[in-house]
């Protein structure tokens, strides 16, 4: 079975993905970790981030593999080099590339190809996911997002900087000629500005074991 999460960054996609995917038995599978393993890769190398020729290369050298839940990248798990302020910068102008689009999902198809996984990231729900068993759109707005991103990440950012930063890539992504962030016509909208970790969980489980009782009978 999979289940797939699509929506803007910020909005929960990966925490809330993470515990249904333990509560349910499911595998995770973050979609949005395998460009930023590529991002990672590319910036350890000392190259540059926005030749696209070069990310693609770094691409195509290096292995992907999961391990225990956690990216790793020729065998060195990277999972908790992931996040910070350095990949946020570059990661949407690296996953716009349809070259690399393809060689990642290809990759993410085959990883779910053998299991029950919760898969989030832009495009899961359109592209890489289209016939998924359940659909979910989360969203939630801006300022509410630049709240979350800096309580996380508190690294010398201010909230407009944050703000800002999370507007651009909005629109970067609702525009991107591959992959754009929308929301697909079958997918459950999730408004999670207001809503606990817990309430979105409880509301988005009880679907998937409703679609999950049908498939039984």
Do not use: W
């Not at 798990?77 to 070259?99: A, F, N």
């Not at 989360?138 to 709240?147: G, N, P, T, V, W």
């Amino acid at each position: 079975m999979i289940v797939a999460i699509d929506g803007p960054a910020g909005c929960g996609k990966s925490t809330i993905a993470k515990r249904i995917a333990s509560e349910l038995g499911f595998y995770f599978l973050n979609t949005g970790s395998f460009y930023r393993a590529v991002t990672r890769a590319q910036l350890d190398r000392g190259l540059d981030v926005s030749d696209a020729d070069s990310v693609l290369e770094t691409a195509k050298s290096i292995e992907i593999t999961v391990n225990d839940g956690n990216i790793c990248v020729d065998g060195v798990d990277v999972e908790e080099r992931l996040h910070g302020p350095d990949i946020d910068q570059y990661v949407s102008y690296v996953s716009s590339d349809p070259r690399l689009r393809e060689i990642v999902t290809d990759l993410v198809r085959k990883v779910a190809g053998t299991m029950d996984i919760v898969t989030e990231g832009r495009d899961t729900t359109t592209v890489i996911f289209p016939n998924a068993d359940c659909k979910f759109y989360f969203d939630a707005s801006a300022e509410i997002r630049a709240e979350r991103r800096i309580k996380q990440h508190p690294e010398g950012q201010t909230y407009e900087e944050v703000l800002q930063k999370i507007i651009e890539r909005d629109n970067n992504d609702k525009n991107k000629p591959v992959g754009a962030l929308k929301l697909a016509s079958d997918a459950i909208y999730v408004d999670t500005s207001l809503l606990t970790i817990e309430e979105v969980c409880e509301k988005v489980t009880m679907v998937i074991r409703t679609k999950i009782s049908g498939m039984g009978n």
